[in-house]
């Protein structure tokens, strides 16, 4: 468990993430002349995979069947799962008058994202963790798979509202990875005996297949919008409009893409096929062609991985000892559902706030989070993780870690 | 404000911490074994693609019989007539010192005669199959010039060769040229000369004509009017004459690669007929002779194949008739259990076979008058001819072949842990086999042995399947690849298969001879079992 927690501040470290996170991002009309905001995220969530097994990844270790087994039981027909390991610093300079005006300052952020999400069916858990063994005489199908993994780094340029904090910057992305998969049918079947097996296969997969570092660029913004709403008793809440790395990609390295959409059946060689001059060692035509598979270079644009998260923050001026907040968050991907969130946030004095939320969607279902933000004069520090349960149980379907530290000047 | 510094403090030695953990964690690798099966090899294996190949036949019986004929030996006219390639001059020129030629006047040369070949063929008529004359024509006078050739005895269907060219004029140092090429396929030549009587010889004739239209021309005895005739690639496909005293011999070993894998064990095989059939089809006696045949086999042990025919000559009359009556003359020698040792000569196994033999043409010189023929459809072949039932006993018979092998698997990335092939058979062969398979590194010693866990059973300890009508017997043998053969996979350059053949009688468990009944088959399938161990 020692080990699981320390893995977690390190990863957090590693990964200082955005701030799509629920560490509420507090609203705050204070003024000061200039904020650097270090925020980061490991999160790795899943509907049916435990921690068991997923940790096995991380800290390596042998999978044994008992942990197959556990997580197999979990598993429905479809399952996601999802991984966010992003990093981010920003400088807010309120001192000057951006354009001349009092109320706008500007900011400068740069960042290293890394973003995969998979739909996958059960079979193909199976198939991968199991082998063909167990689905003798019966049809494996992975049909509706796919996954998509994007790497890349961002520096972006803004204005800000010094008192509103509202925001919004124009970013360049630097794409160092891309690769992309999907299965629209998808069947392996083999015969009780296994001397016959018989794959449909409907689907493609593609990647930036140079070794250079760059391998295309993206242009995008990020946008914070903060709506004060005036509540009955006279009080104020704020309502963030809050967008994430929204733009385009252009893969411009090469992208081998492998498609194919046929039916192989295969019982065994002949003799023939294998000795003898004509033996399909020593044919000219390739294993991919043999197979059916096309393989195409071609140029990809597509959207960054990012979200938009539409909620109530908390407000720092207000001084109730406890406060709420709630939203929901979206990612443009068919294995991202929408996530909505409600949290309360507890202030126990005045350097140290305590919240706790509950979330359903996203990556998996339902998971509870904690966070703490300790404040001293000019610092900010804040730790949080949105999955409890996985950090403490091997059960638990994910991992999720958060940190931010505030330098107020 | 102490306490929260020291917290910081604590947080920054729990992270240092926390790095070098994960640093020594990330050492092992993930790992996780699965169970993979693959079908590998599909296919039946029969005697069917022997039937109708002049080496099996089915016959009357159920049981398959060998029915073998091969020619060992192949001679046609190519071999023993040829045409080189000969280039032909004519040249003429007038017997006065000078001469005012009016137009159109024909000066006739006389018929040349021109050897062509060597004496040790004396070729009287020949056809031509296929060839070309490559004609050169030179004119020495200033005004163009009518050239007319003739080959006298060179004709097709009855009509002589003549070819006539208009040369343009020229001088003595740069004569007029014409330049053809003219296919003489199919001509026949008489090779008699003018006399009739001769051999090797071709005649030409040469006319010259002046212009007819053109003005008078002097011509002078040092003027020389010339013909090249080139014959290029000439192919013949009828010869008359006396071929000579032709002798082909030879001892020649040929190796059966197939029988070079035994290591032991022996075969029984029924009394068996072996015949040589000479047959000829040339108007030309011949002699043959037999002068050695035996085999080595795979310890060293050489028999001598025994005949009262092998070592003295056999004569062989020449063929009757001509042209599409052509009869052939037909010669044999034949071998048995009664006059040969024939039965021991074949069971000895023999991977290396040495085999002389003489054939000598016109043994008695020129007895015909010059009267040898041979015709297009003219071959003079050996044939060797064996029949028996394909019936074969084997006690132990061990063949044993090394192939290369090249797959190699990282041991520190995702591999084969362990495994199992699994051959599943179907015999139809009355015989039982068992398969080992030796592993073996650069220097050739075995680092392991695979063994089959079971033998391929006789079809005779079978049943008959009602759908066929055969008698056939199924087996499952599993070869297992142990975790240890495996991670010598990096080692292993070569793998033996050795195979055991045995052909027991249910009955008394005794090896005995076995006929080998038709349609008999061997049907395989070969899959793996594997696990496999993912690292990442």
Redesign the interface.
């Known amino acids: 468990m020692m080990?699981l927690v320390?893995?977690i501040?390190?990863l957090s470290?590693f990964s200082v993430g955005s701030a799509q996170q629920l560490l509420p991002i507090q609203h705050d009309t204070n003024t000061y002349n200039q904020e650097f905001i270090l925020t980061g995220l490991a999160d790795f969530g899943a509907t049916s995979i435990e921690n068991a097994l997923s940790s096995?990844?991380l800290?390596?270790?042998?999978?044994?069947n008992e942990i197959?087994d556990n997580s197999l039981e979990k598993h429905k027909g479809i399952n996601r799962l999802g991984l966010d390991i992003t990093s981010e610093l920003e400088y807010r300079n309120m001192k000057v008058n951006l354009f001349g005006k009092e109320n706008l300052g500007f900011t400068v952020k740069g960042g290293y994202y890394s973003y995969m999400s998979s739909l996958y069916s059960k079979d193909l858990f199976g198939l991968?963790?199991?082998?063909?063994?167990?689905f003798?005489g019966e049809n494996a199908d992975f049909s509706g798979s796919r996954f998509s993994a994007m790497t890349f780094q961002k520096i972006g340029f803004g204005v800000i509202d010094k008192k509103k904090k509202s925001n919004v910057s124009l970013n360049l992305y630097a794409i160092s990875n891309y690769s992309e998969g999907n299965v629209r049918d998808g069947k392996l079947f083999?015969s009780d005996?296994?001397?016959?097996?018989s794959l449909t296969f409907d689907g493609e997969f593609q990647y930036a297949s140079t070794n250079t570092f760059l391998k295309g660029y993206g242009v995008g913004v990020d946008l914070d919008f903060r709506i004060p709403v005036v509540l009955k008793e006279g009080k104020t809440a704020y309502i963030q409009f809050l967008a994430k790395n929204l733009g385009f990609a252009h893969v411009n390295s090469t992208v081998t893409q492998y498609s194919a959409d046929t039916v192989l059946n295969?019982?065994?060689?002949?003799?023939?096929q294998?000795i003898g001059d004509a033996n399909i060692f020593n044919a000219n035509s390739s294993i991919l062609d043999t197979l059916g598979i096309d393989s195409t270079s071609i140029t990809k644009i597509r959207f960054l991985p990012g979200f938009i998260q539409i909620g109530k923050i908390v407000d720092v001026m207000n001084t109730s000892k406890l406060q709420s907040f709630f939203g929901v968050r979206m990612y443009p991907s068919v294995s991202y559902v929408p996530m909505i969130y409600a949290g309360v946030q507890y202030k126990t004095a005045k350097?140290l706030d305590l919240g706790a939320n509950v979330s359903y969607g996203g990556f998996t279902t339902l998971r509870f989070g904690l966070y703490s933000q300790?404040k001293?004069n000019k610092f900010a520090l804040g730790i949080s993780s949105e999955n409890l349960v996985g950090i403490f149980s091997s059960e638990g379907k994910g991992q999720s870690v958060i940190l931010r530290l505030r330098l107020q000047l | 404000m102490m306490n929260v510094r020291k917290i910081v403090k604590k947080l920054n030695i729990l992270l240092f911490i926390g790095i070098v953990i994960l640093n020594s964690c990330h050492k092992e690798k993930t790992t996780w074994n699965s169970d993979w099966v693959t079908p590998l090899i599909n296919d039946t294996l029969s005697l069917d693609n022997l039937v109708n190949d002049s080496t099996l036949s089915e016959g009357m019986s159920s049981f398959y019989q060998v029915d073998l004929t091969r020619t060992i030996l192949n001679l046609g006219i190519e071999d023993f007539v040829s045409i080189p390639d000969t280039l032909i001059t004519h040249n003429f020129n007038i017997a006065v010192p000078s001469l005012s030629v009016p137009p159109g006047f024909s000066i006739v040369n006389e018929i040349e005669e021109h050897s062509i070949g060597n004496n040790s063929v004396q070729l009287k008529k020949i056809r031509v199959s296929n060839g070309v004359i490559k004609m050169e024509v030179f004119n020495p006078v200033n005004t163009k010039t009518f050239f007319t050739i003739q080959l006298p005895g060179v004709s097709k269907n009855g009509v002589e060769f003549q070819e006539q060219y208009e040369v343009p004029g020229g001088t003595n140092s740069n004569p007029g040229t014409v330049i053809a090429n003219l296919d003489i396929s199919g001509y026949d030549i008489l090779l008699t000369g003018v006399s009739g009587a001769n051999y090797n010889i071709l005649q030409s004739r040469l006319l010259v004509s002046t212009d007819p239209t053109g003005p008078s021309v002097i011509v002078t005895s040092s003027q020389v009017f010339k013909v090249n005739a080139e014959f290029k690639n000439v192919k013949i496909d009828y010869a008359r004459g006396y071929f000579g005293n032709l002798i082909i011999s030879d001892t020649t070993t040929y190796n059966i690669d197939f029988l070079n894998n035994i290591t032991s064990g022996s075969v029984d095989l029924p009394a068996v007929n072996l015949q040589f059939e000479i047959t000829n089809g040339m108007k030309i006696d011949a002699k043959a002779l037999i002068t050695t045949v035996s085999n080595t086999n795979y310890v060293g042990n050489t028999i001598n194949l025994t005949n009262s025919q092998i070592g003295v000559p056999i004569y062989v009359d020449q063929a009757t008739g001509s042209w599409a009556s052509l009869i052939n003359s037909t010669t044999s020698i034949g071998f048995d259990g009664m006059n040969s040792n024939l039965e021991t000569y074949l069971e000895n196994l023999g991977k290396s076979h040495t085999i002389g033999y003489k054939l000598e043409m016109n043994p008695n010189g020129n007895v015909s008058g010059g009267w040898n023929e041979i015709f297009p459809n003219s071959r003079l072949k050996v044939k060797v001819k064996a029949q028996m039932p394909l019936t074969i006993g084997a006690d132990g018979l061990t063949l044993r072949d090394t192939f290369d092998f090249d797959i190699k698997q990282d041991l520190e990335k995702s591999h084969v842990e362990s495994g199992t092939f699994v051959l599943n058979v179907s015999n139809a062969f009355p015989m039982s086999s068992s398969v080992k398979l030796y592993l073996m590194n650069s220097n050739g010693a075995v680092i392991h042995t695979v063994v089959g866990s079971s033998e391929i059973t006789s079809s005779l300890y079978g049943v008959i399947d009602p759908i066929d009508g055969k008698r056939k017997m199924n087996s499952e043998i599993n070869f297992v690849l142990t975790e240890s053969m495996l991670n010598d996979l990096e080692n292993i350059t070569n793998i033996a298969v050795e195979t055991q053949f045995n052909s027991p009688d249910p009955a008394t468990s005794v090896n005995s001879q076995v006929l080998i009944p038709i349609g008999a088959f061997i049907a395989v399938k070969l899959k793996a079992n594997l696990v496999l161990k993912a690292m990442l």
């Open positions: 080990r320390l893995t501040i390190v470290l096995k990844f800290f390596g270790g042998n999978i044994t197959k991968a963790f199991y082998g063909n063994e167990s003798l083999q005996s296994g001397d016959s097996v295969f019982d065994g060689f002949t003799f023939n294998l350097w300790i001293l």
